[in-house]
């Protein structure tokens, strides 16, 4: 609810002709440094109508959530149809040409990773459960019941593994980073982007480099939906603009600090565990006609179709892989 109010809000500015940045962009960041020799031309402009600096902008900010809260109140906000037909005319007119343009991430709300540490640390904070719960982005529980990877594979792990985990890990960056964290809450749609992205999903490729493993989601993330239907999932494709990687020296930190810690490979691959779950339970539920939709929408983009078939391999593919991160020491 709140990230939908903060999006709003940000249009509303924005449509105003007010933006924030705008008084850093022109040096202003400290009004007691212009000129000391000018004065206000309008006083009325810095006060209120009770004389108090503010109030008025606070009192339309209550009256906007107010009136967002009220028109979403009782309606399941992950249900994309159900908040659409809530918003007015001209809001779901500025939705449009934010998407058509790309500037809809611009007015994103701030999201940050859980597998991030802050900057230069050294040290380590490992939280407790009921402290992870309590976070914003909590990292996801890791799943129960690793089988032991001698019990599965008899042979020597074969070293492309270690590189086409990072692929899949790089790709699972890019679809947390695109949902801002939310990705459980539309799970088929971060599956389709998950295994659009990874070479080592959609196509069984094998890596022999972690570099190549990384940029290979970047290539992925380019092509990914040049077709028309592609177009309207990411974005506009045909601008060149990429949704997915913002930039190669991010998705390479992302997926550096993933495959730092076996903590953080267990969680990022059981929070891909429960997606594919989570999707292969929903495409059970699916009518024929929902199924014909979704092959034809796979073709239309470049998509591998995304079967029970694909999807179970798909489950017993992340299944072997916390096998074969579980074997590792902790050193």
Request: with cysteine; net charge negative.
């Amino acid at each position: 609810m709140r990230k939908i109010y903060d999006i709003l809000k940000r249009m509303r500015e924005t449509d105003a002709g007010f933006n924030p940045k705008d008084f850093d962009d022109d040096g202003l960041e400290n009004p007691m440094e212009s000129d000391e020799g000018e004065e206000p031309e309008d006083e009325d402009e810095e006060y209120g109508e009770e004389g108090v600096p503010g109030e008025g902008d606070e009192t339309l900010e209550e009256g906007f959530e107010e009136d967002i809260a009220t028109r979403l109140k009782g309606i399941d906000i992950n249900n994309a149809d159900e908040v659409w037909n809530r918003l007015t005319a001209e809001e779901q007119e500025e939705f449009q040409k934010l998407i058509t343009n790309g500037d809809i991430m611009k007015l994103m709300p701030d999201f940050k990773p859980w597998w991030l540490k802050p900057q230069n640390s050294k040290i380590v904070v490992i939280s407790t459960p009921e402290e992870e719960v309590k976070k914003d982005n909590p990292k996801p529980e890791i799943h129960k019941n690793i089988a032991k990877f001698a019990d599965i594979c008899k042979k020597e792990p074969s070293p492309c593994l270690h590189y086409n985990l990072w692929n899949i890990l790089s790709a699972y960056a890019c679809v947390a980073r695109f949902f801002g964290g939310e990705q459980q809450t539309n799970a088929s749609e971060a599956v389709a982007h998950l295994v659009n992205l990874s070479a080592t999903l959609k196509y069984g490729t094998n890596f022999e480099d972690a570099e190549d493993a990384i940029v290979s989601v970047e290539m992925e993330a380019i092509t990914t939906g040049n077709g028309p239907a592609g177009a309207a999932a990411v974005g506009s494709a045909g601008a060149g603009t990429n949704f997915l990687v913002e930039s190669r020296e991010q998705l390479q930190q992302d997926a550096r600090q993933l495959m730092a810690t076996k903590d953080h490979k267990l969680a990022a691959l059981s929070d891909v565990l429960q997606l594919l779950q989570q999707t292969k339970a929903m495409n059970k539920r699916k009518s024929p006609q929902e199924a014909e939709f979704q092959k034809l929408f796979a073709l239309a983009s470049g998509s591998v179709e995304l079967d029970r078939t694909k999807l179970s391999q798909l489950v017993r593919k992340i299944e072997f892989m916390l096998s074969y991160v579980s074997r590792e020491e902790v050193l």
